[in-house]
């Protein structure tokens, strides 16, 4: 067993237990990266799910330097929580998941574009509009075949005439025509052209109605960086924008020119000495084929570690990839180390931007058995965020 701790001066801090360091540098890249993908069209940043776990805030601030001049969100309070932070007031900020009983007025008065898929919600935000005594921007969404939120298109014309009826009366602006994907990121996907031609259709018949929207969109990260039909007045790039493939089907980041922004680090809580034949982690589905080394990783699935990853998660450390040996628990696990004994407090890199030879969160998907869109966004607020590149 290795039985001294790393050297640290009196003044030196302690290495972080773990830490998930995010590259603000690399996502202004990535968006730049992107816009030219689509020149000629706005460029509203994804931040939902707390920028898909890289902070909401510091990832916004870091794609409107980059260009962005919309920004996204799924839940209201998200939004209002973005616009209270102080974002330049000439940035647009857009959310779409409601219910009813959401703070619809809060939204109207913070001027947030409020996304309507049924004539229950343009009611919620008609009644917003009247009481906050001030038009709200809507942005009504088509259900084009992806079968989530949007409107029905049989339900679609009831839904624009009570639209222009409400902005004739002053009571709101109709700022977009919208929609969402299914299969984009699954190249020449039958989907794709179906839904393409049915959202023309229905932004036709909204403009035929009296709506002109300040933008219409549906490219999602794929439609951005593969279909440049798809692209109209915005583009709403999400996973792309943190460096992330949306699919290994259109190549890995590097591929389409991103770099990953999120590093997941820990330091060694433990190395010690085991004899063949050992146990590891419950249920014992690692037993060590002879004398060796393991290390404790202290991360495990409250901190988002993937517990489906067990015994398969890959993990640098001393320059060599290792694997999760056993099962991942809530708040540890193991790798075995092979004889190798790193010092306690040596880094195990989960996954970064691969240029040390680490896994990518894509490995980590692989291991797990789902997208890389999953293990980003389910680090958990256990493990600090340490921004690097941020602007004075």
């Known amino acids: 067993m290795s039985d001294t701790a790393p050297a640290q001066s009196p003044t030196a801090p302690r290495p972080a237990r773990a830490r998930a360091e995010i590259d603000l540098d690399a996502l202004r890249g990535n968006v730049r990266a992107l816009r030219a993908k689509a020149p000629t069209a706005a460029f509203m940043a994804v931040v939902k799910a707390d920028g898909y776990g890289h902070g909401a805030l510091p990832c916004a601030r870091a794609a409107v330097d980059a260009g962005a001049t919309w920004i996204g969100t799924a839940t209201p309070q998200e939004a209002l929580a973005l616009r209270a932070a102080g974002l330049p007031a000439d940035v647009r900020i857009m959310c779409w998941l409601w219910t009813p009983g959401d703070p619809w007025r809060e939204a109207v008065e913070a001027g947030l574009d409020i996304s309507v898929s049924d004539v229950w919600a343009l009611r919620e935000v008609v009644a917003a509009a009247r009481a906050a005594d001030r038009p709200a921007r809507v942005q009504l969404k088509a259900d084009t075949g992806l079968g989530r939120n949007g ?50 259709e229905l932004v036709a018949h909204a403009e035929q109605q009296g709506v002109r929207p300040e933008v219409r969109h549906i490219a999602n990260s794929p439609a951005t960086l593969t279909l440049p039909e798809t692209h109209f007045d915005l583009v709403r790039p999400g996973i792309a924008m943190y460096g992330v493939s949306p699919s290994p089907d259109l190549g890995s980041a590097a591929d389409l020119g991103l770099r990953p922004v999120m590093t997941l680090a820990a330091s060694l809580a433990l190395v010690k000495h085991v004899p ?82 680490e896994p990518t969160a894509q490995d980590w998907a692989r291991a797990a058995g789902t997208i890389a869109y999953e293990i980003v966004t389910r680090i958990g607020a256990r493990v600090p965020r340490v921004y690097v590149g941020e602007t004075p």
């Open 151 to 200: 409107c029905q298109p049989a339900d679609w014309p009831e839904l624009v005439a009570r639209a222009v009826r409400a902005e004739r009366d002053g009571l709101l602006r109709v700022t977009g025509l919208w929609s969402h994907f299914a299969c984009a990121d699954e190249p020449g996907h039958p989907s794709i052209t179906a839904q393409l031609t049915l959202f023309r």
């Open 276 to 357: 063949g034949g050992h146990g590891v982690s419950y249920g014992h589905h690692y037993t060590t084929p002879g004398e060796t080394t393991l290390g404790l990783v202290p991360l495990g699935y409250a901190d988002g570690v993937p517990r489906h990853a067990s015994g398969a998660g890959p993990v640098l450390v001393g320059g060599k990839w290792r694997t999760a040996a056993g099962r991942i628990a809530m708040d540890q696990f193991v790798v075995d180390l092979g004889g190798d004994e790193p010092a306690p407090g040596a880094e195990a890199v989960l996954f970064g931007p691969g240029d040390r030879g």
